[in-house]
Structures are given as structure tokens and as C-alpha cells.
């Protein structure tokens, strides 16, 4: 999932200058500008693009419908008896169902598209309606993901889900003598609630994340425009997968969100870019680096673990420290350069220079976390990752 852009020595340079100047956040539209996205047409046009964000999220409607339309061709090829079946267990309305709770979620995925453009001032080729025989450009899938990160990140539903790996990782941090004077990185933040509970406790957190699937939903909740009260939202995000599926109601259950407001603050940063371009921030008396770098399924998502974990590295200050939970899921389709075990992310941490654990009064250097992952609680299914967790400290 990770992309590596090269990086561009000027506009690096230019960034790490605001850093100094205390400029924390700055509009999504001039971090395309600074960040050189707009340099490159793969960049701006690639799978985690703001183009092809708002491309998806606008085609959302018509892409389920379309869906639709074969799932209705499927019912109908049924012979006449079992139509009827069918149609007496309701399936034909369960359809309808469908079609009425996907316009629902359009909703939100209009309103995600609409601030973007306002905010962006960006018109994107090729967004409106797709003609009869013309292939979608827009990503349902990925759509569909982030409305599940919604429920994830930011709905009551989501709370077990983020109390199972939340807790090991502010465990850590709430144990730090002085959170108000240090500085958190969250790459990978996805949705950004950890980051945001982080940030919480009172420490200075940024928020970092590359796609703009992500990047647009969560300003979606950051911006009083579109997010302004508790439960404002209603998605029904299981609706379109009917496997493993109990009942109607479980099927088409809907979720509020969010729980809570957040919005960017001085201790609430947001870096939409590549984390593997970020620099170390500036500290008074001449240090530079982050006390802590939080990474929750993240690293799993590089395509070169061993730069994502240098970069980790060099990110920190001397004795600063690197917060993990993640299951080693690598990327399909051997998109990764390198797919590594445990014992061999270990073997590059230590190599590299960091001290793992001990966790507990075990003295292991690392602790197993059973987990979910915008798991569908009422599902004739579950999913464990068998996550693994690790603190580790960079010694100089
Ligand atoms: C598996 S998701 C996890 C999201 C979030 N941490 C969570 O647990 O819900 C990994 C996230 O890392 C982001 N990501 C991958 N490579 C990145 C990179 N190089 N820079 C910033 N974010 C990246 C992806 O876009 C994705 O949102």
C-alpha cells in the first residue's frame, strides 16, 4: 500500500524551514504545491491520489448501482419457482434495501467530495457519470474500506475494536513524566483517532498519512462545514457484502458517527504525505527528532521494510522511542520488495540500532495482541490477527 515518491532536496528543505518557523499544519492545497505532487503525473494521478479519491468517492453511487444491476441479473436468471422462493423470503425487497441504504451512504460520500473541491479548488476529469460500456475509473473498494474506517476509528461500534490495540500503546505513552514538552509521529494514522487519542494525553501528535481516501474523509470530520455534532453521520457500511450475514437487520444496521468532534489544534497535526520524505522536527536547544513514533498496522504496508524502519530511526531523537503493533500482513502480489518474518523485522530493528522491550516483568521483547480490523462484531465470521507489539528504544 505504501508509495515511495523520490524526494525533492528544495522543497524538503523549504518544509523543514516552516517546521522551524512553527507553521504546524498547512492547507491540504499547498501541501500538493509543496509536497510536489502536482510534479509529477504518476504522483497525481496514482491509486491513493486526491484525483482519484474524489473520483471514487463521487462515482461511489453509480459503481454499487451498477453492482446492483447484476445482482438483480443473477435473481432474475432463476427459474420461475425459485423466483418465487425469493421473492417470498423478501429478496427482492432486500435488494431495494440495498439500493435505498447505498444512496444513504452517498450522502456522506457527496459531502466528502464537495469539501475537497472547496477546498482544493480542483476540478477532477471524468468525475461525474459513467457511460453504458465505459470502464470505471473510480475505486469501490477502497471507498467501501474507508467508510468501514469511519465505523473503526470513530463510531461507539467501532470502541472494543480500538480498545483491544489502543491499550498496550497509551499504556506506554501515559507512563511518560512529561507529555505537554514532547513530540509524537502516528505514520500510517489512517483515520487518525489513535493519533488523536494521543494527542489527548496532552502530547504534541502528528498525524501522518498518504492516502487521500484517508486524508479526505478525515478533514470530512475535522471541518465544522461538513462535521459539527455527535452521531451527525449515518452509514450503513456492511450493507454490501450479504456473506456471513445473520439477518436483514444485522445486514443493513446502520452506524452514527462520529463519537466525538475532532478538530486540528496546536497538539494536533496533520502530514498528508509519504512518510518515508518526512524530516525530524526541531526541538529547542538544537535537538531534533520525535520522542515517540507510533505505528499500529502500518509497517506491514511498506514496500521496503527496511527503509520504513531506518526511516523510523532517524526520525527519533537519541533515546527516543518507537511504539509497534501490527500483524505482518505484507502487501499482495508481491508489491514489497521484501516480505520479512517477526524474527527478521527484529533482526533489521536491532540492526539498525534500536533496544527492544522488555514489555513486561516477562522480560520478552515482544507481546502478542489478538485483534480485529474493521470487523463486521455481528458477522457469522471473525478474523484475529494475532498482532504483535513492541517497544523499542533508539539508544543514541
Ligand atoms: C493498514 S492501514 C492502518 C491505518 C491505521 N493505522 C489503523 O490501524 O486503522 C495503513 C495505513 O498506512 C498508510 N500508509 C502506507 N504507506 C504510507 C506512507 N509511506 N506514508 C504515509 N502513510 C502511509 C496507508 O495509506 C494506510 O492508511
Avoid at 423470503?89 to 431495494?96: P, R, S
Wanted: hydrophobic residues 40%.
Amino acid at each position: 500500500m505504501a508509495t515511495t515518491f523520490n524526494s525533492d532536496g528544495p522543497v524538503l528543505f523549504f518544509l523543514f524551514v516552516l517546521s522551524l518557523f512553527g507553521v504546524r499544519y498547512l492547507p491540504l492545497r499547498d501541501l500538493v504545491h509543496l509536497s510536489g505532487f502536482q510534479r509529477q503525473k504518476s504522483e497525481l494521478n496514482g491509486p491513493f491520489s486526491v484525483t482519484q479519491a474524489i473520483l471514487s468517492y463521487s462515482q461511489y453511487e453509480q459503481l454499487s448501482q451498477r453492482e446492483l444491476k447484476r445482482m438483480r441479473a443473477s435473481y432474475s436468471k432463476l427459474g420461475r419457482a425459485h423466483k418465487r422462493t425469493g421473492y417470498d423470503l423478501g429478496y427482492t425487497k432486500k435488494l431495494n434495501r440495498l439500493e435505498e441504504v447505498t444512496a444513504s451512504n452517498a450522502e456522506v460520500t457527496r459531502a466528502i467530495v464537495g469539501l475537497a473541491k472547496t477546498e482544493l479548488g480542483l476540478e477532477v476529469d471524468g468525475e461525474g457519470w459513467i457511460g453504458e460500456g465505459q470502464s470505471p475509473r473510480g475505486d469501490l473498494g477502497k471507498v467501501r474500506e474507508t467508510l468501514r474506517h469511519f465505523v473503526r476509528d470513530w463510531s461507539d461500534e467501532g470502541r472494543p475494536e480500538r480498545e483491544e490495540i489502543f491499550a498496550p500503546i497509551l499504556e506506554v505513552l501515559k507512563h511518560a513524566s512529561s507529555p505537554a514538552a514532547m513530540k509524537v509521529l502516528v505514520p500510517g494514522s489512517g483515520l487518525g483517532r489513535l493519533a488523536w487519542e494521543i494527542s489527548r494525553l496532552g502530547f504534541d501528535t502528528t498525524a501522518n498519512e498518504i492516502s487521500s481516501y484517508m486524508n479526505l474523509a478525515l478533514r470530512f470530520l475535522l471541518s465544522p462545514t461538513t462535521t459539527t455534532t455527535l452521531d451527525q453521520h449515518l452509514i450503513y457500511p456492511y450493507a454490501h457484502w450479504f456473506s456471513h450475514s445473520r439477518s436483514n437487520d444485522a445486514l443493513f444496521r446502520p452506524v452514527s458517527f462520529p463519537d466525538v468532534i475532532p478538530r486540528l489544534t496546536p497538539t494536533f497535526n496533520l502530514l498528508e504525505r509519504d512518510f518515508i520524505t518526512l524530516l525530524p522536527p526541531l526541538r529547542s536547544e538544537g535537538e531534533v527528532g520525535y520522542d515517540y513514533i507510533v505505528t499500529m498496522f502500518f509497517i506491514d504496508t511498506s514496500l521496503n521494510a527496511i527503509a520504513t524502519i531506518e526511516q523510523i530511526y532517524t526520525l527519533l531523537r537519541p533515546g527516543g522511542t518507537w511504539v509497534n503493533l501490527g500483524p505482518l500482513l505484507w502487501s499482495p502480489g508481491a508489491q514489497a520488495s521484501l516480505e520479512l518474518n517477526l524474527e527478521e523485522v527484529i533482526a533489521v530493528a536491532e540492526g539498525v540500532g534500536f533496544v527492544l522491550g522488555p514489555i513486561d516483568a516477562s522480560k520478552k521483547k515482544t507481546m502478542t495482541v489478538d485483534c480485529e480490523y474493521t470487523a463486521d462484531r455481528q458477522a457469522m465470521m471473525k478474523w484475529i490477527y494475532r498482532a504483535e507489539f513492541w517497544v523499542a528504544t533508539k539508544l543514541t
